[in-house]
């Protein structure tokens, strides 16, 4: 009985060790590059806009940077590429008969604070790619390019599963 109990919060100290290290590691790096999507306004039409640009962009952006090697080379990928997200932009507004324009920049852009699942992501100039629909007055999406933190869903080939060890110390034994 005493093992058991030994055990248990043995395991019980773990996880929630794990947990802390997992919930740091939610931290962007600060050599990451940020990508940022700013529609128009938070009208339905504009909001549905950017999702749609930001599908688009995800992808192009996605082929791009599947193959690099660290971050300058991540930097080199996106730099060259910009004409092909040009495109994609360009040719999913066309496609909307959206006529408000848009501008695309790759540099140190301004994020706003955000808080998200928890985490409080501070505002600042970051390394990034913004695309601005119109005015860019909307709520934007934003995500974390490089190292590729939400390029992982523009990939539907792949299916991905995290498991933690502990987890499954506690379903095999309880």
Known sequence: M???IL???AIFMTYIGIGRFIEKADMIPSDAIRMRIVPNSNTEYDQSIKMKVKSEVE????AVLKDTKGLDDARNHLKNN???IDSAVSNVLNKENYTLGYQIHYGMNYFPE?????????????????VTLGEGKGDNWWCVLFPP?????ADESDE?????FV???IDKYL
């Open 2 to 4: 005493k093992k058991t």
């Open 7 to 9: 055990l248990l919060t």
């Open 59 to 62: 992808k192009e952006v996605f």
């Open 82 to 84: 910009l004409p092909v």
């Open 114 to 130: 955000k808080e998200y699942k928890g985490v409080t992501y501070k505002a600042g100039d970051y390394e990034s790619l913004v």
């Open 149 to 153: 933190l939400c390029m992982i869903e």
């Open 160 to 164: 991905v599963e995290y498991k933690l």
């Open 167 to 169: 987890e499954e110390l």
